[in-house]
Structures are given as C-alpha cells and as structure tokens.
C-alpha cells in the first residue's frame, strides 16, 4: 500500500473516532437537563456537522449510477458473454446465498443462545412501544406499499425504461440492463464492440476520478456524520436495550472478523490481518453512511487498489453483491426476529426459524443499499411468523446505530466474495505483503 493510501484510510479512521469521541462528549456534557445549550448542540449536529456528512454522502450517492453500469457492462463483457460468464455468474450467486443464510442462522443461533428478549421488561417494552408507534406505522405503511417479497418484486427487476430506472436509483433494475448490455457485448465481433468499450472504459474512468476527489473529503464527512449521532443519542441508547444490542452488535462483530476473515484466509489465501488492515476506510465509510450503495464506489477502488483482483471479476461481482449479498442485514433481521419474538412471548420451533432464515435470506436481497432500507421489508418476515409488526416500535431508537453497524460486513462481504471468485478462476495473483 502506497503512503497516500495508507494515510488516507488512517485519515478516515481517526474521523471516525474524533467525531465518535466528540459527539458522546458533546452529549454528556450538554445534554437535554440544560435545553438552552442543547438546542444549540442540536442545531451544530444537524445544520453543521450533518450537513458536512451528507455533502460527503451525495458525492458519493452521485456517481453510484454511472460507476454501477460501467463496471458492470465492462465487467460481464470482459468476461466474453458466454461460459465463462454464466460459470462466474453461478459462483457469484451460489456464495450470495450460502455466506447470507449463514449469517442469518448465526444471528438466530446467538438469540436462542443469549435470550436477550427475556431481559426486558414488559412495562418498557410497552413505553419504547409507545413512544415510537408512528415510525413503526410509517415503516408497515412501507411494507404494504412495497407488497413484501414477491413474484411481482422479480417481474420489477427487468426494467420497462432502463433511463426511469438508473433516474429513480432502482439499482437492481439498472444491474440487470447493464448485464445485458455487458453480454450482448461480449458476443459482438471485435471490431464492433471496441467503440463501445472504449466509451464505457472513459466513463468508468471519469467516474472514479471523480470518487477520488469525494474521498478527500471522507475524513470530514464521517466524522460529520458520526458526531451528528453520537452528540444527539450519546451512550443513553444502549440502557434501555442493551441485551439486543449486545447480541445484534456482538454478531455483527463475529460475522465480519470471524467469519468473513476466516473465508478470506481459507478460501482467497489472504490473511485476516492483510484483509482488515487494506480495508480500514472501507469499514470506516460504510460503518459512517449506513449505505451499500453510497460505499459501493470506494468497494470497487478498494478490491482493484488494494487486492489487485482483475477489473472484470470486480465489475461483476461488488455491483451485483452490493445489491444481493446483504450478509449484516440478513444476520440482523434473524437477530432482531428471534428477539421480537421473545419479547412478546411467542415461542417459536426449529421449522419456523428455518423459515425465518430463508425469509431473512430473500428479503435482504430485495432490501434496498439505503440506510435504514430494510426496515419495511423485516415487516413481512414478522407477519409470517405471527408477530406483531408494531413491535419493531422497540427498537426504532437504536436501529441507527446497528444499521451503521451491518453495513461494515454488507460492504466487506462483496469485496471478500470478489477474492474467492477470484482465487477459484486462478485470476487472484499470490499475495504478498508489501513493506
């Protein structure tokens, strides 16, 4: 890794501390007993610090679109539009499925465990409730209007106007006009498709330069955006809930080092301390913007800077995993089902909770890459395993901080999905570490 990498992951870390370490300070020495100094606190997170952070989140949200059709279209046709892409294709898809039901069996795994739900009381339940009931309205509200998971959400992938679609941030729709474009192509002679390829390849390239000068940015906005949360909720958000929240973020936890470290190591042959210490502003940014999507373009910089792992496998990989391979989310929506579960005293069987984990595993892959994005469809898996979906009122409060949290392994879990495809096509250089 060259200096200026090195230094800009660590820029990006320490943002992440200073505005952590700022924030709770800020909040425990200005907190809501003295409301003159705290609104004006409010008024520093929200309008100057915040708005730092969301400058940084539109640059990056900006050129999400364009990045995601080059690097795809250039990737499936790099890849020639034939056997070779429908090979890849399976593998890609197949470790999808298997690394995110894993992470949703784990999550159930740690609640039947831990029982976290049997730590809280019902009178608190009943006033967190309570006290978030029209944000859980808004989110069934959301869920009814989506219609959940369903046959319907497939026919939607396949765009009517690839245009509405790349417009209105439909990334899925945008993935599967793009794979076309990509395979076509691949298949058309090659004096045909050079113009074609060389105008994507400019794109592609304008728009990571572009990404470049969003991240000189990326110190100021993640701490921006992590100051904001910290200095409005402080520590006060883990007293109430503390049981879940250790569960939810202690998986979290073991899903990204443990078992996305060990796949790296097993299966790519690179070491988890190489893996995590290449990937520092990866996390940092994902773990700051609660978004997939909006980390997407520093994923694809990061596996071709850092891992070398060829364009073509890269292009086709991370867009495709950064919309389907959700492993924190599925892993959450386990966690936060069997927890809700729990709660209300519902006791539910193996055969359900085998259910729940391939629910987990189809609506994260419909969850969109937005902070927050899987909210809505976690409503469905509630009501098809009899729970009461005004429930999620109890955990409105603290999800921000666990969907800052699930996005680290969503985000690593694409990039560590492009090393082992890489490695099993022979594509992946042996590794070394550079002094």
Known sequence: MSGAKRGTATWIFLGLVVGALAGVACNHWIGPDDPGAYRKLEWFALNVAGKVGDLFLRLLKMIVVPIVFTSLALGVAGLGGGRALGRIGLKTIGWFALTTAFAATLGIALVDWFRPGDAVDPAMRDALVAQSSAAAQEKIGLAATSGGFSVDMLLAIVPDNPVKAAAGGDLLALIFFALLVGAAAGRLPEEKRRPLLALLESLYEISTTIVAWAMKLAPFGVAGLVFKNTALFGTSIFSALGAYLGVALGGLAIQQFVVLGGLAWFFAKVPPHVLFKRVRGLM????????????????????????????????????????????????????????????????????????????????????????????????????????????????????????????????????????????????????????
């Open 284 to 435: 940092a940014t994902a773990f700051s913007t609660s978004s997939s999507n909006a980390t997407l373009p520093t994923t694809l910089a990061t596996a071709q800077q850092e891992f070398k792992i060829p364009a073509e496998i890269v292009g086709f990989v991370v867009p495709l995993g950064a919309t389907m391979n959700m492993n924190g989310t599925a892993l959450f929506e386990g966690v936060l089902v069997l927890f809700l579960a729990q709660v209300s005293g519902v006791d539910l069987p193996l055969a359900t909770q085998a259910l729940v984990v391939v629910l987990s595993v189809l609506t994260a892959i419909g969850a969109a890459g937005v902070p927050g994005g899987s909210l809505p469809l976690i409503v469905t898996v509630l009501q098809q395993v009899g729970i009461d979906p005004a429930l999620l009122g109890l955990v409105l409060g603290v999800d921000r901080l666990v969907d800052m949290a699930r996005t680290v392994p969503n985000v690593t879990g694409d990039l560590v999905g492009a090393l082992v495809i890489a490695r099993s096509e022979g594509r992946l250089p042996p590794w070394k570490l550079p002094p």
